[in-house]
């Protein structure tokens, strides 16, 4: 078994109010391979990825590092000790690119001959031409930008590196040049590298291991890349792996073989009354009964922001975003003015899915 070297145990992040943005996750991080964190936006996987090296502290759980406990030192010790790559490089627009990536190395009081020294070399690492090194960020490509970022989370050799969406803002030949030369460097460094993406594609070539995030900041899968595709753990996650890979015909096929359903409809004035403590999802429409939330079980006169809209005559690709990305797992459907005519399931759209695949395949 694979030596661990990022420890999450019981780790919950509750912001001011709010439903956890992370629920209670506990895993095991293994030193020296690339995990990824994937899943749709809002799921806790940045604010997840923060908490390892306390951009942002826990409510309650613990994460330990190598073993300590991330608490046991000063915070700002502990992020230096750590690269972190962002989706914009992030990059101090005034200092050269040779300066920028000495930044933390002289942070820790290496000399500045020293630092430029690295910072030379690591432009090679990353695959860049030395004469860049006296640029500013503002002169260079984003892919460029990107790179500079990477050999400026190296330059102080950290054994762990934190990659938050780093290659989500090139295109996407760029990208695929990232990714690759992202795994032609670890195969040289062996970092422990946590990266961020909403991307499947992106999470599969990458990751050793990848962990599917789900609504409310839940785990909900956590497994080699072959196994999530092979095997998705449920069907939040098989949707979520077949909503970029295998459903992308989804956007040219009409979905008409969706069963629409009466939607459970609640105003403001009626939930502030009776509140919502009925068994059940109730859509809260406002007089004009445009969908404005969605009020669960439990929840009182509060509600939650709802999911994506579905129109009559859209896509399926749309009907399934509808339904997945909805807290109550029902797709809200509305007319031509933006009224609820009604909601649709999640299970029903994906049967649609399957059968209209059998047809293809059977029409190959
Ligand atoms: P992801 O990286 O998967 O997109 P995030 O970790 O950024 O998800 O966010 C998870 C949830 O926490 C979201 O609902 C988001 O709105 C909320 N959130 C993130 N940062 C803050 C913050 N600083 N204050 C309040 N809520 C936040």
Same mark, same amino acid.
């Given at each position: 078994?694979?030596?661990?070297?990022?420890e999450f145990?019981?780790v919950?992040?509750?912001?001011?109010?709010?439903? %956890?943005a992370?629920?209670?996750?506990t895993?095991?991080?293994d030193?020296?391979?690339?995990?990824?964190?994937?899943?749709?936006s809002?799921?806790?996987k940045?604010?997840?990825?923060?908490?390892?090296?306390?951009?942002v502290?826990?409510?309650?759980?613990s994460?330990?590092v190598?073993?300590?406990?991330?608490? &046991?030192?000063?915070? &700002?010790k502990?992020?230096?000790s750590?690269g972190y790559?962002m989706?914009?490089?992030?990059l101090?627009?005034?200092?050269?690119?040779l300066?920028?990536?000495?930044?933390? %190395?002289?942070?820790n009081?290496?000399?500045?001959?020293e630092?430029?020294k690295?910072? @030379?070399e690591?432009?090679?690492?990353?695959?860049l031409?030395?004469a860049?090194?006296?640029r500013? %960020?503002?002169q260079?490509?984003g892919?460029q930008?990107?790179?500079?970022?990477?050999a400026?989370?190296?330059?102080a050799d950290? %054994?762990v590196?934190?990659m938050?969406?780093?290659?989500s803002?090139?295109?996407?030949?760029?990208r695929?040049e990232l990714q690759?030369?992202?795994l032609?460097l670890?195969?040289?460094?062996?970092?422990?590298?946590?990266f961020?993406? @909403?991307?499947?594609?992106?999470a599969?070539?990458?990751?050793?291991?990848?962990?599917v995030?789900?609504?409310?900041?839940?785990?909900?899968?956590?497994?080699t890349p072959e196994?999530i595709?092979r095997?998705?753990?449920?069907?939040f996650v098989a949707s979520?792996?077949?909503?970029d890979?295998?459903?992308?015909h989804?956007?040219?096929?009409?979905?008409?073989?969706?069963t629409?359903h009466?939607?459970r409809?609640?105003?403001?004035d009626e939930?502030?009354?009776?509140?919502?403590?009925a068994?059940g999802?109730?859509?809260l429409?406002g @007089?004009?009964?445009?969908?404005?939330?969605w009020?669960g079980?439990?929840?009182?006169s509060?509600?939650v922001?709802?999911?994506?809209?579905?129109r009559?005559?859209d896509?399926?690709?749309?009907a399934l975003d509808?339904?997945l990305?909805s807290?109550s797992?029902?797709?809200?459907?509305v007319?031509?003015?933006?009224?609820v005519?009604?909601?649709i399931?999640?299970?029903?759209?994906?049967a649609?899915?399957?059968s209209?695949?059998?047809v293809r @395949?059977?029409a190959?």
């Amino acid at each position: 078994m694979a030596e661990a070297m990022i420890e999450f145990q019981n780790v919950t992040k509750q912001y001011q109010g709010g439903t %956890p943005a992370v629920d209670d996750l506990t895993m095991s991080i293994d030193k020296a391979a690339i995990t990824v964190f994937v899943g749709p936006s809002g799921c806790g996987k940045t604010t997840s990825l923060r908490m390892i090296n306390r951009m942002v502290e826990p409510t309650s759980g613990s994460i330990t590092v190598g073993g300590e406990d991330v608490t &046991a030192g000063p915070a &700002a010790k502990l992020r230096r000790s750590m690269g972190y790559v962002m989706q914009s490089s992030g990059l101090m627009p005034h200092r050269s690119v040779l300066d920028n990536i000495a930044t933390v %190395p002289r942070l820790n009081g290496v000399s500045k001959a020293e630092a430029l020294k690295r910072a @030379h070399e690591l432009l090679d690492v990353v695959g860049l031409a030395s004469a860049l090194g006296k640029r500013y %960020p503002s002169q260079l490509s984003g892919g460029q930008q990107q790179r500079v970022g990477v050999a400026r989370a190296l330059a102080a050799d950290p %054994p762990v590196l934190l990659m938050d969406e780093p290659f989500s803002a090139v295109d996407p030949v760029v990208r695929d040049e990232l990714q690759q030369e992202l795994l032609r460097l670890q195969r040289d460094l062996a970092k422990t590298i946590v990266f961020v993406t @909403h991307d499947i594609d992106e999470a599969t070539v990458l990751g050793d291991k990848v962990a599917v995030f789900g609504l409310g900041g839940k785990l909900a899968q956590y497994a080699t890349p072959e196994e999530i595709l092979r095997a998705p753990a449920n069907d939040f996650v098989a949707s979520f792996v077949g909503r970029d890979r295998g459903f992308r015909h989804l956007a040219f096929s009409p979905s008409d073989g969706v069963t629409v359903h009466p939607a459970r409809t609640v105003t403001a004035d009626e939930l502030k009354l009776a509140g919502n403590d009925a068994a059940g999802w109730q859509l809260l429409v406002g @007089h004009d009964l445009r969908p404005l939330g969605w009020s669960g079980p439990g929840m009182g006169s509060e509600s939650v922001p709802g999911g994506s809209l579905f129109r009559k005559g859209d896509t399926l690709r749309r009907a399934l975003d509808a339904a997945l990305s909805s807290p109550s797992g029902l797709g809200v459907v509305v007319d031509e003015d933006g009224r609820v005519a009604g909601v649709i399931t999640a299970e029903e759209v994906l049967a649609v899915i399957e059968s209209d695949r059998h047809v293809r @395949h059977g029409a190959l």
